[in-house]
């Protein structure tokens, strides 16, 4: 069946970085976008960035521009999400999504997240 | 930056109606998407495209649009469906499309 799995929980210093991996199974890895969203504790969903795992072009929330990078490994059917300069605000359960797009009547595409990973908590404390 | 704006809670008791709302300036140009999320799990897309039902979702839930607003509906609430509920579209403004979601609302079945 299609799932995506998370690397373990972490806990990092503040100024360190974080490296999360999401294996992709039971689908084509290069057909489809993946997505990072995140979670702070008690607090609402946040979209981080996309990228392609086919030919790994990504683009980055505003917010993240300069702290986050995105990479995959078409061999192991694995994207990564790499966030540095971790501070106690990045505290959180991170996720990948699987994209799923939907076009409108005039060719329009918008995008969705039909399968997720079982998340992973990044913990950021001194 | 662009924002979508939800009720932060909904009560309903068992067998009743509840609605939860989103606004958003674009949601008019925009599909809209609903997910369903219990504590300690990842969301569950239960509507897209403002109105269409994934398989396996149950038929209570349902979604419209109207101009800036898009509603989801759960009829006939059961206490299974107690969760948190997020909207979400996109913000087209910069060079890529961004994620956007709603702050949340949590369903409380009473």
């Known amino acids: 069946q299609v799932q995506l799995v998370q690397s373990g929980a972490e806990v990092k210093k503040p100024g360190a970085s974080v490296k999360v991996s999401c294996k992709a199974s039971?689908?084509?890895?290069?057909?489809?976008?993946m997505h990072w969203v995140r979670q702070a504790p008690g607090q609402g969903l946040e979209w981080m960035g996309i990228?392609?795992?086919?030919?790994?072009?990504?683009s980055y929330a505003q917010k993240f521009q300069g702290r986050v990078t995105m990479t995959r490994d078409t061999s192991t059917s694995t994207v990564y999400m790499e966030l540095s300069s971790l501070r106690s605000e990045d505290t959180a359960v991170y996720y990948c999504?699987?994209?799923?797009?939907?076009?409108?009547?005039?060719?329009?595409?918008?995008?969705?997240?039909?399968?997720w990973g079982q998340g992973t908590m990044v913990t950021v404390s001194s | 930056s662009y924002e979508l704006t939800q009720p932060p809670s909904v009560s309903v008791s068992p067998g009743q109606t509840a609605r939860i709302t989103c606004s958003g300036d674009?949601?008019?140009?925009?599909?809209a998407y609903w997910y369903q999320q219990k504590p300690g799990q990842a969301p569950v897309l239960v509507i897209y495209?403002?109105?269409e039902r994934p398989s396996g979702i149950p038929e209570r839930f349902s979604g419209s649009s109207s101009g800036t607003t898009v509603t989801l509906t759960i009829s006939g609430v059961q206490a299974e469906d107690e969760a948190d509920y997020y909207c979400?579209?996109?913000?087209?403004?910069?060079?890529?499309?961004?994620?956007?979601f709603g702050g949340g609302t949590k369903l409380t079945v009473l």
């Open positions: 979400q579209s996109a913000d087209s403004s910069g060079t890529y499309p961004e994620g956007v």
């Open positions: 999504a699987r994209d799923v797009r939907y076009y409108d009547s005039s060719g329009y595409s918008s995008f969705a997240f039909d399968i």
């Open positions: 039971g689908y084509t890895f290069t057909s489809y976008y």
């Open positions: 495209k403002d109105s």
């Open positions: 674009a949601l008019p140009k925009q599909y």
């Open positions: 990228i392609n795992p086919s030919g790994g072009s990504t």
